[in-house]
């Protein structure tokens, strides 16, 4: 059963302003504090809580009312190179249309894509209210990074010690081919003079 809408929620918007008349037209700014879970989770997201800038046009059309608007709001997460916290500003442009509850709007998009168009989920107002946060968290997401990294040429970590490579560029291990070890088992002892030759010339001398 589905909930009515709270007006005084912060991603909840009133169009009772524009009174149905097709090219009416309002701006709205608002600030709101971040929902929970907004973005790509464990990956990188808006942080639950921080403040997100919304710059709305709301435009009354004849099935409904069609919102175009921006979103800026600050993101963090974590480089998927070195590990390191990334953290940065995301803008967003977004736009939905929220139909009028007794518009026939699957039939008018039927009609202008074609018979074989498929169902679109339609977003409809409720008293006149929309609630924007679907077409928030899409508009975020959207415009995230999958793979987020703290700088485009981040070098990342030591594979053999989990070193970070941006602080030490010349960072590097000695590794021994398997496939010489036992010819450099030899050298060493063909030039320690304590080892094989040395011990057979004492044998020699005590006879």
Request: net charge negative.
């Amino acid at each position: 059963m589905n909930t009515r809408l709270d007006h005084h929620a912060p991603l909840v918007f009133d169009t009772r302003e524009l009174g149905r008349r097709p090219g009416a037209m309002k701006k709205v700014s608002r600030s709101v504090p971040a929902p929970k879970d907004l973005g790509i989770i464990d990956v990188i997201g808006v942080p639950e809580g921080a403040t997100v800038e919304l710059a709305l046009r709301l435009e009354s059309v004849v099935e409904g009312v069609l919102v175009t608007g921006t979103v800026r709001a600050p993101v963090a997460g974590e480089c998927v190179r070195c590990l390191e916290p990334v953290r940065r500003e995301l803008d967003a442009d977004f736009q939905e249309m929220f139909s009028y509850p007794d518009a026939d709007t699957r039939t008018a998009r039927k009609d202008e894509a074609g018979d074989d168009a498929e169902d679109e989920d339609v977003l409809e107002l409720e008293d006149d209210l929309f609630d924007l946060e679907p077409v928030l968290r899409d508009a975020v997401v959207l415009a995230l990074p999958l793979q987020p990294v703290c700088r485009e040429d981040c070098p990342g970590l030591c594979s053999e010690c989990g070193a970070l490579l941006a602080d030490d560029p010349d960072h590097h291990h000695e590794v021994t081919d398997i496939r010489w070890a036992a010819l450099q088992d030899l050298k060493q002892d063909l030039t320690n003079p304590l080892n094989g030759a040395g011990d057979d010339a004492d044998k020699n001398q005590e006879k």
